[in-house]
DNA sequence: ACCTGAACACCGTTCAAGT
DNA sequence: ACCTGAACACCGTTCAAGT
């Protein structure tokens, strides 16, 4: 009988998995975005072969699609939460932002998943339960899908993008873009050179949850938001 | 005097030049996508070599930055026409819409353009003629953006998606999806399997517009949906 | 069954050399 | 001033060979 290595040492090398190869093409995907997920990086850092994680997983293709559903698979937990259908809608969304946020590099790989499809299902299903009519779910659950998506995607590579070109003057929130915005020629823009300065306090995160408030008030199932 | 060129030559070989190279570059990028556009490919279509793109562009990121603001400039346009302000962010979506329905390609490449900024000025500015109160202006105008952003660059990256699978029983309307919905598990997906049936008469623009009448309705801009 | 690592084709970018 | 084309470093993918 050849040696055997001993059980306990699972921990420095454990054996190869699919699983373990999507967990670390997330950390590279973190750590530098797209470009930093890399079959050599990725065999380095699981010390193997470049060769070895083709047995496990058919390309990158692939690898991006199952690195961007394990991304959402903990926000569908959002259904076991207990709260009425605007509120459920509103923490669907923001549990959606939020990993974005995390994770900027989602926002592109998008179309890979059929998570469009759960989610426009968890939002149906909340509409429904609120009364919305039934000729109007259709339109009003694709709305409030395509921008909970849109609206994160964007968010969070600008946030990125700000984060990569180091302006940290003000924090990475809306403060370094209301700078920017100040400085616009006012006769060009006049409406966002007047708005600069009202943005200060703004952040991401509630300006997202306005809009989402927004269309919850367009689809009936908030008061006007002004009164 | 050694022997020049016919002027008239000019057609058969233009000089190069940082227009043409961009030109040809959203050639490329319409017909194959991002992975289309390579500095080999357009040296061959230029007939030039590949070193020569890089006397007139710094590299491949100035030059998608590049094409994308190409795709933008004629949006800008929409300042000319002569309508009511709901109206008139009505035409600025549906533009934003149908360039990014033929230029599937813009998408990903939205954080590189000034354009949200530039599209967030059109809409402002007609958010206030239509006399929504300043402390609403900016939530409504950048939620506006938001969705008609996010919905175009989703609908144009499923379309493509779409297109590329060759699902061509139905067209490539909402129709492919339907019949994919229809099949769905019931119990899974009680909200999506149902509604499957009725959006065969529905299509991806009249969707999109309903989505920024949603918003206009939720900003007040607009009569109640259902009445 | 699973892994290694050299090899291949292709890419962005540079640069000495030409005109 | 502008262009050529070979060269470099790096990438996704394949595959004969190992265990």
Request: charged share 20%; hydrophobic share 45%; glycine share 8%.
């Amino acid at each position: 009988m050849p040696d055997r290595p001993n059980p306990r040492a699972e921990r420095r090398q454990e054996a190869l998995s699919r699983d373990r190869i999507v967990a670390t093409a997330v950390e590279l995907l973190d750590a530098d975005g797209e470009q930093g997920l890399t079959f050599r990086a990725l065999a380095t850092r699981l010390s193997t072969g470049a060769g070895a994680i083709y047995w496990h997983v058919a390309n990158k293709d692939e690898l991006l699609t199952a690195a961007t559903d394990a991304m959402f698979v903990p926000i569908l937990d959002v259904r076991r939460i207990n709260a009425s259908p605007p509120a459920k809608i509103r923490t669907i969304g923001l549990s959606v932002f939020d990993a974005m946020d995390a994770h900027p590099w989602i926002g592109p790989q998008l179309s890979r998943t059929s998570w469009q499809t759960s989610m426009l299902e968890l939002i149906g299903q909340q509409l429904q339960l609120a009364g919305v009519p039934a000729p109007a779910q259709f339109t009003a659950a694709s709305t409030l899908v395509s921008f909970i998506l849109g609206a994160s995607s964007q968010n969070a590579v600008n946030a990125s993008v700000r984060a990569a070109s180091g302006t940290r003057s003000r924090s990475d929130s809306l403060g370094a873009v209301a700078d920017r915005w100040a400085r616009l020629d006012p006769d060009e823009y006049p409406f966002v050179h007047q708005i600069a300065g009202a943005i200060g306090e703004h952040d991401d995160r509630e300006q997202f949850l306005a809009g989402v408030d927004l269309l919850l008030t367009g689809i009936g199932l908030l008061g006007q938001p002004t009164p």
